[in-house]
Structure formats: structure tokens, C-alpha cells
């Protein structure tokens, strides 16, 4: 074969090689390990991000119902580790069975490596024994006053890509939750938040004298990126089409593939 031939074989498949390495999916850890109240939605949410990342062919899922792939030691029998993943998403509840050096290597992954770290719901309700988890996520569950009800959510960012397609006042059906320190806006640029005026806030089990009640936010960890919604306790919530392109830009942003402003700041005034 001519040599000029056998030149435009190679470069073909150098430049195939290229391209399939700039396509190349990203990989996502999902986490639904539940230690406390039994969520319904957990199995349906981790089928939804799955499914979010097929159809967006940027990344496949790992589903797990335990923390074994959180570490970043050898592991056997074809098992990956933290090293193989772009980020980790927590559907969670209580104090999950990891062990010292698992938790390092959960806050390295982030910090460190510049990972990235998406938590829905009741991962807020985790940990509460391991306060450097709590700053990761940027704060702890303190109830849900109203438990289950309609209400009027506030986008309070809507430049964000995860935030862009809604409009600037969302009504929603859901558990919404109040949280505690460490949530602070001086941490975490908060996203969407529940409008006061749409809730009873002379329930007795309301503790925020701040109306402050935030939703869905976003963090710079170290080197990473940390998405946190906690709507989702309602099955059907995962099958709106609205909360669905949340999600799909909200793992593109935590595992660096768009850009979003995370810089924390006051709530807004109005």
C-alpha cells in the first residue's frame, strides 16, 4: 500500500481516538443508603438520574444502596473507587456505615481532587455525628413545619443553568425543610427558597425567625463543586420535566462540564 495511503489510515484513527476521548461519559456515584426514615422516592430518584444521564449520553450512573465504593483504597472483584467517579450523589438518611478512612476520602474527593458532590432531600438528614460533613453539604435538616403542602418557591438565581428554564415563582407540592447550622448564606449561594407569604408561619414547629428557608443551593468546597436541592420527597416531583432539566444541568455543573456562579450572598430583599 502506498505510503501516503497508509498516513491517512492513521491519522483517521488518531483523530477517531481524539474524538472518542473528548465524547467519553462521565461517571456519577449514586448513593441511596437509608439508615433512618424510609423514603419511597429513593429508588425512583436513582432510576431518574440514571435515566437523565442516558438520555443525555454525558454520563452513566453506578447505583448503590451502600457506601463500599466510597473510599479510596484497592478494592476487589472488579469494584471501583472514588478515583473512577466525577461526582457522588447522596439520597441518604442517618449515620451511614462508612469508616474513618472512607470519610477522608469523601472530603479529599471534593476538596482535593475537584469532584464534585450532589445531595437531595433528606442527605441533609445525615451524618449528624460528622460535622465536617455537614459543612460539605452547607447544613443539617430542623424538621418540616408543614410537613407535605402547596407553596409558592422563589428562584432566586435565575443565571444559574440549573435554575434558568423556571420561571421566577414556582408552585410546588412537597415536603419542604427548615435547616440549622451550619446553613449559612455567608456559605452557600442559595438558588430557590420557599416564599414565606405561602406557608403558616405561626406553626409552633417553626424555628426560623429569619423567614429564611432555603431550598436548593450551591457551594465551592476546596477545589470542588456541591449542589444541594431538597425537593424530591414526592415521588411525582422526579417526573416533572421542570425538575428533571434541574437535575441534568445540576450534575453537568457539579462535574465541571458548565459554568455557574456559586459565590455566596445576602438574601435578596424582596
Keep these: 500500500m502506498h505510503k501516503s495511503i497508509w498516513l491517512a489510515i492513521l491519522c483517521a484513527a488518531l483523530g477517531l ?3 472518542q476521548a473528548q465524547t467519553a461519559k462521565k461517571k456519577l456515584l449514586f448513593i441511596g ?5 424510609q423514603h419511597d422516592s429513593v429508588s425512583h430518584a436513582m432510576a431518574t438520574i ?4 442516558q438520555q443525555s449520553g454525558l454520563w452513566d450512573t453506578y447505583l448503590r444502596t451502600d457506601t463500599q465504593l466510597v473510599t479510596k483504597e484497592k478494592l476487589g472483584g472488579n469494584a471501583k473507587n472514588l478515583n473512577y467517579f466525577d461526582a457522588v450523589m447522596f439520597y441518604t438518611t442517618g449515620e451511614l456505615d462508612m469508616n474513618d478512612e472512607q470519610k477522608a476520602a469523601l472530603l479529599s474527593f471534593v476538596k482535593e481532587d475537584g469532584k464534585g458532590f450532589l445531595g437531595t432531600h433528606s442527605a441533609t438528614d445525615t451524618f449528624y455525628k460528622w460535622p465536617e460533613y455537614g459543612d460539605l453539604i452547607g447544613a443539617y435538616f430542623n424538621d418540616h413545619p ?6 409558592r418557591i422563589n428562584i432566586e ?5 440549573a435554575m434558568r428554564h423556571f420561571p ?3 408552585p410546588l407540592y412537597d415536603e419542604i425543610y427548615q ?4 446553613y449559612s448564606r455567608d456559605k452557600v449561594r442559595v438558588l430557590m ?3 414565606p407569604s405561602s406557608v403558616d408561619l405561626t406553626n409552633p414547629r417553626v424555628h426560623r425567625t429569619d423567614k429564611d428557608f432555603a431550598v436548593t443551593w450551591v457551594r465551592q468546597y476546596g477545589k470542588g463543586r456541591v449542589f444541594y436541592s431538597s425537593l424530591g420527597h414526592r415521588e411525582e416531583i422526579w417526573d416533572r420535566p421542570d425538575i428533571q432539566q434541574m437535575w441534568t444541568e445540576a450534575v453537568k455543573w457539579a462535574m465541571g462540564l458548565t459554568q455557574g456562579d456559586a459565590t455566596p450572598r445576602p438574601k435578596p430583599a424582596n
Design 179 to 182: 435547616f440549622k447550622e451550619p
Design 157 to 161: 438565581d435565575r443565571n444559574f443553568p
Design 50 to 53: 440514571e435515566k437523565l444521564g
Design 17 to 19: 481516538g481524539a474524538a
Design 146 to 151: 408543614w410537613g407535605q403542602v402547596h407553596c
Design 168 to 170: 421566577a415563582q414556582l
Design 33 to 37: 443508603e437509608v439508615k433512618g426514615f
Design 193 to 195: 427558597s420557599v416564599d
